[in-house]
């Protein structure tokens, strides 16, 4: 960055100078008596000087346009990382809390996911009875599989950058994840969601191991 504004000082300091030893250079360094000398040296200077003030005007008025599109961009990418953050820890909370709610004598809905959404093979997922299952906890355990859902476009969102600070809020919004949810719950939200929109959606799953061909990167 020192290198290329160092550049600019000289080139300005040329810009500025030429003129000024150029005209000595040919007139002579003896300052002159004579007013009408100087009303020429004044309307000459005027002359070269204007129009390079004006193009150093218009250079300085893009860079500002520049840095200001670049502190727009820069506050944009915060609020969006912060407001990313601030929904996957909404998410993430609320559905500890439905997942944990007795479904069951002695089972929880967490435990009803982890016992039957953790098939061998993708083949698994798409049976009929898995499927039944999955329409029967969606109809007793509202809102989780949306919640789930609305997680999926926020990791995409941030995995669509490549900016360092998108690609860490990434990193850290799975393992928030991970440690509100567990990891294998992470994976059989998955494999619910999976089996509950019959594979009908596009997302990327970033926890089941069987859906892994639908991860990106």
Known sequence: ??????????????????????????????????HQRWAEFGSAMSGIYAPIVAVTTLAVLLAQVSLQKQINDHSYSQAHIGQARADIEFYAV??????????????????????????NTVAELDTDSLRTLAANVDAAMPGVMGMWFGIYPILAGLAASDETAFRMTLSSSI??????????????????????TEGRLTVVYRFSPLLEPKRAG
């Not at 810009?15 to 007139?27: C, D, E, H, M, R």
């Not at 609320?94 to 479904?103: N, T």
């Not at 567990?182 to 509950?196: A, G, K, P």
Request: proline share 5%; hydrophobic share 50%; glycine share 4%.
């Open 175 to 196: 393992q928030k994840l991970i440690a509100l949810l567990s990891f294998e719950t992470c994976v059989t939200l998955d494999n619910y969601h999976r089996v509950r």
């Open 1 to 34: 960055m020192f290198l290329p504004n160092r550049r600019l000082v000289w080139l300005l300091l040329a810009a500025y100078g030429a003129p000024l030893v150029a005209y000595l250079a040919t007139f002579g360094t003896v300052l002159s008596s004579d």
């Open 94 to 119: 609320q559905l500890a809390e439905k997942l944990d709610k007795v479904a069951l004598p002695g089972q929880t809905f967490r435990s009803i996911l982890h016992s039957n959404f953790q098939p």
